[in-house]
């Protein structure tokens, strides 16, 4: 079992930067992929971000390459998302996810463990 804890949600205008945080605990992190999906309002949960076990490989959606990074602190059980130039189509619910299977890291399906979820609203 893995708990996931997302925080940093929050309120911003369009061109702001925000940092979201998942805390993980449970099973050993550094032996589960970690993944950021979100959704919006009457849409299906999207791929954002992910990042392998060890750290060494990113993966990321259309949308956000080049405005978010994704990272992990193995040591401190944590995960990040750094968004940059956010957008009002960046308004969504984000969550924080982790699998242990080799399926792929784009497949929301492949993950096993989700948290709550963080809300971000970006203004125009």
């Known amino acids: 079992q893995v708990q996931l ?3 940093g949600g929050g309120l911003v205008q369009a061109g702001d930067s925000l940092r979201l945080s998942c805390a993980a605990s449970g099973r050993t992190f550094s032996s589960v992929g970690m993944g950021w ?3 919006a309002p009457g849409k299906e949960r999207e791929f954002v971000a992910a990042i392998s076990r060890s750290g ?3 993966y990321y959606g259309d949308s956000v390459r080049g405005r978010f ?3 992990r602190d193995n040591a401190r059980n944590t995960v990040s998302l ?3 130039t956010l957008r ?3 308004t969504a619910v984000y969550y924080c996810a982790a699998k242990a299977s080799s399926d ?3 497949n929301r399906r492949g993950y096993d463990y989700w948290g709550q ?3 971000v609203t970006v203004s125009s």
């Open 82 to 84: 750094q968004m940059n």
């Open 5 to 7: 804890v997302e925080s």
């Open 104 to 106: 792929s890291y784009y």
């Open 117 to 119: 979820g963080t809300q």
């Open 56 to 58: 060494t490989v990113t």
């Open 37 to 39: 999906f979100r959704q």
């Open 88 to 90: 009002p189509e960046d």
């Open 69 to 71: 990074t994704i990272s």
